[in-house]
């Protein structure tokens, strides 16, 4: 029997799909710092954390969020997030979260906008050249 190096790695899916009784987000509150919380994120990247951290810093109620990822092997990250104290640190990651999905929406439509126009100006010059 053979065993290569494939072998050993994990399927695609297992990157992103949640185990049985896993959960995406946990939340830990900070005893040692007032208004403060450690979200570990599951089964996710630098791709999100540092749009979450980002988007957070924009808050006025956001005092400090900073992330880190544990461990390159592993697709998991630590957020942390302190306020001020008017807003919870689960209030202000859930609106940082409402606010990245609006984002992105614009983003989308704007994109799809740009390239639809893009298309049919490109459209137009083809007809003439031929």
Sequence with gaps: MRISAEDN???????????????KV????????????????????????????SRLLLSPHVTFSGYRV?????????????????????????QACRDLVNDL????REFTKEWELRKMAGEGTNSIDK
């Design 105 to 108: 929406g614009t983003l989308s």
């Design 70 to 94: 544990p461990h390159p092997l592993f697709s998991k990250f630590e957020l942390r997030v302190q306020t001020d104290g008017e807003v919870t640190p689960r209030a202000a990651l859930v």
């Design 26 to 53: 946990v939340e830990t509150a900070d005893t040692r710092i007032p208004s403060s919380s450690l979200f570990v994120f599951i089964k996710e990247d630098h791709t999100l954390g540092n749009l979450l951290r």
């Design 9 to 23: 790695v994990p399927h695609r899916f297992e990157l992103f799909l949640l185990g049985e009784g896993e959960k």
